[in-house]
């Protein structure tokens, strides 16, 4: 975040993702953060962070695990506390989603502060297709989790989200019909196989997992991408790989 902030880029909200989207213009230095799951550690280490810097980031939430209660602070969950990624999915398997996800109370004050915005990941972030054996029930099933998760969203927060993330970053035709059919409009996901310009699908939105790796990383992958040259020829490249597997993979 502080290398953001001292090479001179704004974050944008989700209405104006969707408003460069459709061909409005941004900032030169634009970009969209987005923390998935709502885990707890958003709240007690993201959220003075991106306060500190002045920005402002999508947080999807998956509205079942999140619960009521007061708010947390970091004296009581010190940095190196923290459960991995593995240890949280352990505790939420075993019916501990309070320890390691943010509560409502959490929610609202990362609200007034200005650092989060809240949007769906669906309500239960399970896989239908992985357990639906025919698309009729895997449609009617994807339909139901993320209706629920727009309704308590609408009803806990009063909001009308329309930008939804999908589980593991995997979607199908069936999902975005659902998606659409729910009244989502925008849908992202974790593939990473070409730029989001303006007039680009806004169903299939691409995004770069970072997962810790630093600011040299970081400043390599945003000057590549916004590179006139390069950054098509990347994305050319990455394109043609994506192709290539899902041919011999048919």
Known sequence: MKWLASNGYVTLTADEFAGYLHGERMPDKSILLTFDDGYLDNYLHAHPVLNRYGHNALMFLVTERIHDGPTRSLAERPAHTTPSHEECERLIEAGRADDVTVRWSEIEAMRAAGTFEFHSHTHSHRRWDLSCNDTGSKRAMIGADIETAKSILRERLGIESKHLCWPEGYYDTDYIGAAIDAGYEYLYTTRNVRLNAPGSDRHQI??????????????????????????????????????????VGT
């Open 206 to 247: 691409q995004r770069v997992v970072d997962n810790g790796k630093g600011d040299e990383w970081l400043a390599r992958k945003l000057w590549r991408y916004r590179h006139p040259v390069w950054g098509p020829a990347y994305y050319g490249i990455k394109q043609l790989k994506h192709a290539v597997r899902g041919a």
